[in-house]
T-cell receptor, first 114, second 115 residues
């Protein structure tokens, strides 16, 4: 089955620096990936997604990179701000055209130092 | 607010009682998902609907759990004879399948505490 994991449980960065959060997945058939941000007491908030036919996608201050060869994806946050402090999850879908259920990793806590 | 809403936000119940949660998805979304999240973990898939049809249930969903989406709009998740292990955050998400995008949007969750 699918397993998705994040490499480190916590990440502390200085305000204004760039953050990189890494994630590995096990199912080579996974073809769709989403990054979510979850603040305390709230539901996960969609950040950015990427399909397996892409290796990079950019949003506002965020970039997701996908390396299918090593089954790894990363989320890069430019000029990290205090409001970016949260738990970040990567999630994978086995086949986006099927049930689309998401398999989540454990999450990494991003702390932004002022 | 046109996002996913869930009610109640918090529920405290005694072991053995039944509880029911409600989810209202984004109005044009045809798929609705239920997930469960325990402290420090990512959400785990429970079940999902396309319109009113329940298409898949996880092995995590014991016989004490039942979900409905009678008119293809809101959904309810009922837990019968609650156990302390049912304590978790129950999250609902919705998506518009068939539009070319597969992103799921989550509600704020219902936090269940079983005493």
């Amino acid at each position: 089955g699918e397993s998705v994991g994040l490499h480190l449980p916590t990440l502390s960065v200085q305000e204004g620096d760039n953050s990189i959060i890494n994630c590995a997945y096990s199912n080579s058939a996974s073809d769709y990936f989403i990054w979510y941000k979850q603040e305390s007491g709230k539901g996960p908030q969609f950040i950015i997604d990427i399909r397996s036919n892409m290796d990079k996608r950019q949003g506002q201050r965020v970039t997701v990179l996908l390396n299918k060869t090593v089954k790894h994806l990363s989320l890069q946050i430019a000029a990290t701000q205090p409001g970016d402090s949260a738990v970040y999850f990567c999630a994978a879908v086995g086949w986006a055209g099927a049930n689309s259920k998401l398999t989540f990793g454990k999450g990494i806590t991003l702390s932004v130092r002022p | 607010d046109t996002g996913v809403s869930q009610d109640p936000r918090h529920k405290i119940t005694k072991r053995g009682q039944n509880v029911t949660f409600r989810c209202d998805p984004i109005s044009e979304h045809n798929r609705l998902y239920w997930y469960r999240q325990t402290l420090g973990q990512g959400p785990e898939f429970l079940t999902y609907f396309q319109n009113e049809a329940q298409l898949e249930k996880s092995r995590l969903l014991s016989d004490r759990f039942s979900a409905e989406r009678p008119k293809g709009s809101f959904s309810t998740l009922e837990i019968q004879r609650t156990e302390q292990g049912d304590s978790a955050m129950y999250l609902c998400a919705s998506s518009l399948f068939g539009s070319g995008g597969y992103e799921q949007y989550f509600g704020p969750g219902t936090r269940l505490t079983v005493t």
